[in-house]
């Protein structure tokens, strides 16, 4: 096997993981199916597979929430950018139907960035709490000084990273706050930054 086809199966294999992963963690009512988490998957964020792409080993309900693991069938078309490299530029979504990989990650990266604004609203109502409880909000220029102060009175659990795998950022004063990911970009101050402040 040549480096080309090396690096292109390295690559192949790299997207798969990844699609596995994101497909593994599935909302869930008692009784999930394999055949239901097949439909699920192969109709997820849009995409239209042939449910004969999926293929569902395992499912494993806990409560609200099921893990699936699944292999996920489809093509990936690449394209050598200009410095003569190869990157994944289209994903196969159906028989015929190509869809580009940065439309998939705006969609996977706006999903994260609700999720962070969720999480950044639970850790605002509990500074509230702490504020109405002593008067003022907890001083720091550290999300993990903020974390020591709420958890567990006012937080029942940690949240201490975003959906991007970085630290939240915290800033607080006596009588003002700010709380922030940084974003699908990681860098602060940029357009994609998920932001709760007073």
Known sequence: ??????????????????LILALAYVQASDDLSPKEARKIIATMAGIKLPSSAVRV????????????????????????????????????????????????????????AERARAELETLATA????????????????????????????LARIIRVDPWHKPYLYEGTRSAYTLRSAGADGKENTPDDVVVSK
């Open 57 to 112: 080993r395992d499912v494993s309900v806990m409560g609200s929430s099921a893990t699936v693991v699944a292999q996920v069938e489809t093509a990936f078309r690449f394209v050598k950018d200009n410095d003569g490299k190869w990157r994944v530029a289209e994903i196969r979504t159906g028989d015929r139907s190509w869809e580009g990989v940065d439309m998939l990650m705006r969609a996977l990266n706006a999903q994260k």
């Open 127 to 154: 500074l509230e709490s702490f504020r109405h409880e002593r008067g003022f909000y907890v001083v720091a220029k550290d999300e993990a000084v903020l974390e020591d102060q709420l958890n567990p009175r006012y």
């Open 1 to 18: 096997m040549n480096k080309l086809t090396g690096r292109l199966f390295s690559s192949l294999a790299v997207m798969a993981a990844c």
